[in-house]
């Protein structure tokens, strides 16, 4: 709890005082670290995306933190189903993605930005794929990045191609290998339907790492054997 008032009182000075690229710069990455901010918080950094916008020239990092900041109020407002505010953040990731990656065509993370958007707008047509595969040849091993991608990757599982396939399948496996708690709740998420498929493959990983997953697992009530690793003599799972 004092954390996060901290970050609160952090965001309110500093969004209220965002005049220039360097305060989005800040903002974005907070974002990145996992801070939440409130999505009309998160409005008053407005002004500094105009300044981006109406630049000629604009530095990368500004570009870079323009597209995370957009891509977070999008996701904020598709959870909360504010059509308008969606449009508007859609429309703005359409016009700041493509500047970013004239300029970073190796970042991994914009590839994955695009991905995301022009699925979402578009659906899923498998045209898309290389602005996936993109962001994993670009970024193979991300950590931050791997957190985001592989909900969306495992999600869309049965439509790759199998060699992207074994990419995502070993992308997760790294998750749980990298102590990520994200991990757990990909498996019971996106890639719960792909337990049989992933949950084996965990083998590889060290039995550290595996007993840190298997208790997450089972402190959320979910009934799943990991490779090496005794179930608790006391169930709790429900599921």
């Keep these: 709890m004092i954390v996060g008032a901290g970050s609160i009182a952090w965001a309110a000075t500093i969004l209220g005082s965002a005049r220039q690229a360097p305060a989005l710069e800040r903002v974005a990455a907070r974002i990145v670290q996992g801070d939440r901010y409130k ?21 990368f990092s500004s570009l870079r933190a323009a597209v995370i900041y957009e891509l977070r109020q999008a996701e904020t407002a598709v959870a909360d189903g504010r059509r308008t505010d969606i449009d508007r953040h859609m429309d703005a990731l359409r016009k700041v ?3 970013a990656l004239a300029t970073g065509p190796s970042d991994s993370f914009l590839w994955l930005a695009l991905f995301w958007r022009e699925t979402f707008t578009g659906g899923s047509d498998p045209t898309r794929l290389p602005l996936l595969e993109m962001s994993y040849r670009t970024g193979p091993r991300e950590g931050w990045v791997a957190v985001r991608r ?6 869309l599982y049965s439509r790759l191609v199998p060699d992207l396939q074994e ?15 994200e991990a757990a709740s ?25 007993k840190v997953f298997a208790k997450s697992l ?3 009530g979910y009934d799943v054997q990991v490779p090496g690793i005794d179930r ?3 169930r709790p799972w429900s599921r």
């Design 232 to 234: 608790p003599s006391e």
């Design 97 to 99: 993605l493509p500047r």
């Design 218 to 220: 089972y402190r959320g």
């Design 39 to 59: 999505a009309e918080d998160l409005d008053r950094v407005a002004p500094v995306m105009a300044e981006i916008a109406a630049t000629p020239e604009p530095r």
């Design 167 to 181: 990419v995502a399948v070993a992308e997760f496996v790294g998750l749980v290998q990298s102590g990520f708690k």
């Design 186 to 210: 990909i498996l019971t998420g996106p890639g719960w339907s792909l337990r049989e498929v992933l949950i084996p493959r965990l083998a590889t990983v060290d039995e550290p790492s595996r």
């Design 150 to 155: 592989s909900p969306w990757t495992l999600a």
